[in-house]
């Protein structure tokens, strides 16, 4: 158990909705990631947060927002949601801004009919 | 750009059979490379970070080395319970700690 809290593990829904993936970092790390999974991209880097501020941005799309709150968690906020979303979502999170070593979590796999 | 990019895709091995994983990177300044492992239906888990060319670490059956281009996953005599995919990922100098991830390995270890 990496101690990084994904939820929920699976979400299915449609074309044009919007979902909230939710991730609690592990105790005491102020800095977590999103990243995105699929077979043909494999793991690509969305977005970073530290300490509440954003700190990196990767190839992330204008629909898809994240944040992170005052008690360290985040959420990654994906909208106009099209089929090509369907992926596998991650979160990290690590002790600092620029720590490599990187704790995941479970994931949340999105499927878009 | 910066790129990594593993080989093989797949790789099946016999219980004991040892043999590598490759890595080769593109970066603009390497900070780190990183190999993780992953199991189906999980996040990736650390293994090691490598910093300088001719640096080696090492963790049970295996160890990862690491010249100016690319990086080999040895395993020694592999088990079943190896079996899983493989991730190489970089970090470029003056980049914040996210990584550059390759497509991973999966490797499968028959009894």
């Known amino acids: 158990d990496s101690g990084v809290t994904q939820t929920p593990k699976h979400l299915i829904t449609a074309t044009g909705q919007r979902v909230t993936l939710r991730c609690s970092p592990r105790?005491?790390?102020?800095?977590v990631y999103w990243y995105q999974q699929s077979l043909d991209q494999g793991l690509q880097f969305l977005i970073q947060y530290y300490n509440g501020e954003e700190r990196a941005k990767g190839n992330i799309l204008e629909r898809f927002s994240a944040q992170q709150f005052p008690d360290l968690h985040s959420e990654l906020n994906l909208s106009s949601l099209e089929l090509g979303d369907s992926a596998l979502y991650f979160c990290?999170?690590?002790?600092?801004?620029?720590?490599?070593?990187?704790?995941f979590g479970s994931g949340t796999q999105l499927s878009v009919l | 750009e910066d790129q990594v990019t593993q080989s093989p895709e797949a790789l099946r091995l016999q219980e004991g059979e040892s043999s590598s994983l490759n890595c080769s990177y593109t970066v603009s300044g390497l900070r780190g490379l990183f190999w993780y492992r992953q199991d189906p239906g999980k996040g990736p888990e650390f293994l090691f970070t490598?910093?300088?060319a001719g640096e080696e670490k090492e963790k049970e059956r295996l160890k990862a080395t690491l010249t100016k281009k690319e990086s080999f996953l040895h395993i020694t005599a592999p088990k079943p319970e190896d079996s899983a995919t493989y991730l190489c990922a970089v970090q470029a100098r003056g980049s914040q700690g996210n990584l550059i991830f390759g497509k991973g390995t999966k490797l499968s270890v028959k009894p």
């Open positions: 490598l910093y300088s």
């Open positions: 990290a999170s690590s002790s600092t801004a620029t720590n490599e070593k990187l704790f």
């Open positions: 105790s005491g790390d102020l800095s």
